[in-house]
Structure formats: structure tokens, C-alpha cells
């Protein structure tokens, strides 16, 4: 059951183009988004994220929407550049609380390759 | 400020053979969560562990198994390896549940 998926396996960008990455969710308990990059031979690298409560959320380059009735959201980067080159993961969080104790885990999307052409 | 680190980087056993997975998680966080990541597939989580004990786990079999030490390091033991098991074994570390997991660079394990 793929409760997080990247329909798209690769997107090709020219440089100084937008970038949108897509990820859809199925699990209306996720309550808090991520996006990762990672490079090859790299573990994933935090990039942005963002609360349920909002439906944006900005940082330089790097844009995230979230579509709860449509349990979709997407990164935007712009403008691309060649060092964005990379593969992107969309991850969902849900956390909850039972008998005192706090759980949480990330659901990780398939990835999307992401690459910009100079 | 060193990061999370994994060690070794890579790795090759047989099958049947069992293998440890190490894993120092970045200054100050206390919570560690394993995943595998599979070719072309994203990270899936295997368990997570806080205060030496295995908080939560995912849909992975008892042949894996984990274990966290005072100082909040971790390892990862898989028993009878199968070829499937072959993967990018990642670490990643927080500071509790509600903030974001950083990644160690990963263990690459190959099964013969």
C-alpha cells in the first residue's frame, strides 16, 4: 500500500526554468510534509517541509504547496539550477500520542530524478 | 558538528550469513530511525528506537533486529540474510518525533 507516491520518475529542466515536483498522499492523518534531495552516495538532505495547518511555505529557491482536499503537494524551485541536478523525495509524518509516549515515522515517496540542463 | 555517520560504507555477505549496521546519530538528538532503500524506490522504515528501546516498527520481519546504547548510538542486525536484503541501509536522527530526521550517508549491503 503506497501511501505516498511520485507519479513522475524524472523531470528534465533548462536552467534558470521552474522546477515542479509532484507528490500525491493517500493518509489523511499525515499532518506534517518533507522534501529531501539526495545525491548519489549521499544520504537524503532535509529541504524544506510543511505543516498541515498551512498550504505554502517558502525558503530562497524553494517553494512547497500542500492541496489538502486533493492530498497533493508539490515543490517549486526557481530557478533551477544545474546543482539541483539530484533525485527528490517527498516524505508524509504523522505523529501521535499513546499512553504517554510520542510516535512518529516518515512514509517516503519513489522519487522523483530531477534534472537541469545548462 | 558532525553529522549522523554510518559505518562500514559498503558491504558483501552470502546468504544465511547475519550482518551489524552501525549508526552515531548527530550531537543532541536522541531518537534513531533505520530505513531501507531498495533500487529506484524510496527509504522504508524499519524501526525506530529512543531511550534503548524500539519505539516503533514497520512491516519488516523479526530476522531484523536493532539495538540503541546510552550514549544514543545504534546498531542494525540482520539474521539469515537474503538476497532480497540487498539495499542502502539508512540511519537518521532527531531530536524526538516532532522534528525533521537527518540522514546518515548509508550502508550499502550486497548479498550473494
Known amino acids: 500500500d503506497q501511501q505516498v507516491k511520485q507519479n513522475s520518475p524524472s523531470l528534465s529542466v533548462q536552467e534558470g526554468r521552474i522546477s515542479i515536483l509532484n507528490c500525491d498522499y493517500t493518509n489523511s492523518m499525515f499532518d506534517y510534509f518533507l522534501w529531501y534531495k539526495k545525491y548519489p552516495a549521499e544520504g537524503p538532505t532535509f529541504l524544506i517541509s510543511?505543516?498541515?495547518?498551512?498550504d505554502k511555505n517558502e525558503d530562497g529557491r524553494f517553494t512547497v504547496f500542500l492541496n489538502k482536499s486533493a492530498k497533493h503537494l508539490s515543490l517549486h524551485i526557481v530557478p533551477s539550477q544545474p546543482g539541483d541536478s539530484a533525485v527528490y523525495f517527498c516524505a508524509a509524518s504523522r505523529v501521535w500520542n499513546a499512553g504517554g509516549t510520542s510516535y512518529g515515522k516518515l512514509t517516503f515517496g519513489q522519487g522523483t530524478i530531477l534534472t537541469v540542463h545548462p | 558538528d558532525a553529522g549522523v555517520t554510518q559505518s562500514p560504507t559498503h558491504l558483501i555477505k552470502t546468504r544465511g550469513q547475519q550482518v551489524t549496521l552501525r549508526c552515531s546519530p548527530k550531537?543532541?538528538?536522541?531518537?534513531v530511525s533505520w530505513y531501507q532503500q531498495a533500487l529506484g524506490q524510496g527509504p522504508q522504515f524499519i524501526f525506530q528506537?529512543?531511550?534503548?528501546?524500539?519505539?516503533q516498527r514497520g512491516n519488516f520481519p523479526d530476522r531484523f533486529s536493532g539495538h540503541q546504547f546510552p550514549n544514543y548510538s545504534s546498531e542494525l542486525n540482520v539474521n539469515a540474510l537474503l538476497l532480497g536484503d540487498s539495499a542502502l541501509y539508512l540511519c537518521?536522527?532527531?531530536?524526538?518525533?516532532?522534528?525533521?530526521?537527518?540522514f546518515g550517508p548509508g550502508t550499502r549491503l550486497t548479498v550473494l
Open positions: 537518521a536522527s532527531s531530536l524526538d518525533v516532532y522534528n525533521e530526521q537527518f
Open positions: 550531537s543532541g538528538h536522541d531518537t
Open positions: 528506537y529512543y531511550e534503548e528501546e524500539e519505539r
Open positions: 510543511i505543516s498541515s495547518i498551512k
